[in-house]
């Protein structure tokens, strides 16, 4: 997945937010969180945004493109 | 494992279990005088036993988790379940292909029925499967 991203560890410095306080925050699953930690789906850019400001953070921040 | 994860295994079990007998009594009766009249009947109590096994099982998983399973899908388990089902309609798509050879060779009603019938079942179980190897090696 090119797309990489600090999800782990921004709800580690957000007081240890649990996955299902951010999936309940986004609105999707908490096995769809865990799918976009483990790089293992790209999410749409809305559901990035609501990541990003679940953070308060600006997308760039949270999300990352890797280079190949 | 998401609800419908387990949803997609209980399709899979369900599918493969409930045809796999089908078609395997099928297939032992066929020689039989009465195996192509044995077709109709057991082809009915087949798909009962799916309807009543599959409600079963999707209620129980379902009282595990309400939450879940009262829940709209996200955006990651509908683009599973689209992907899926393209895949599933490739395996459609041979299956008919096939009845149409079947029809075309002069095969009887009972055999292109159930030939049909395969085909429907496999599509299902590539479809369950694929959401399955979707949920666990991401999409």
């Not at chain 1, 976009?36 to 945004?49: C, D, G, M, T, V």
């Not at chain 2, 020689?31 to 044995?38: M, N, P, R, S, V």
Request: glycine fraction near 6%.
């Amino acid at each position: 997945m090119p797309i990489e991203n600090e999800i782990r560890r921004l709800r580690f410095e957000n007081g240890e937010m649990t996955q299902q306080t951010l999936a309940e925050k986004v609105g999707v699953t908490r096995q769809t969180i865990i799918a976009i930690e483990q790089n293992k789906y790209a999410p749409s850019l809305e559901a990035a945004f609501k990541i990003a400001n679940a953070f308060g953070l600006p997308l760039e921040s949270v999300f990352r493109w890797k280079e190949s | 494992m998401s609800f419908r994860e387990k949803s997609a295994w209980v399709a899979l079990i369900t599918y493969g279990v409930v045809f796999g007998g089908y078609f395997f009594t099928l297939w032992q009766a066929w020689d039989d005088a009465h195996g192509q009249g044995l077709s109709i009947g057991l082809m009915f109590g087949a798909v009962v036993a799916l309807v009543v096994v599959a409600a079963v099982l999707n209620v129980t998983i379902a009282l595990f988790s309400p939450k879940e399973a009262n829940a709209s899908a996200d955006e990651r388990e509908t683009l599973i379940d689209l992907k899926a089902e393209r895949i599933s309609s490739y395996a459609l798509s041979v299956g008919v292909v096939c009845l149409i050879g079947a029809l075309l060779i002069g095969w009887n009603a009972h055999l292109v029925a159930n030939l049909l019938l395969a085909s429907l079942v496999i599509a299902e179980l590539v479809k369950a499967a694929a959401q399955i190897a979707y949920f666990r090696a991401g999409v």
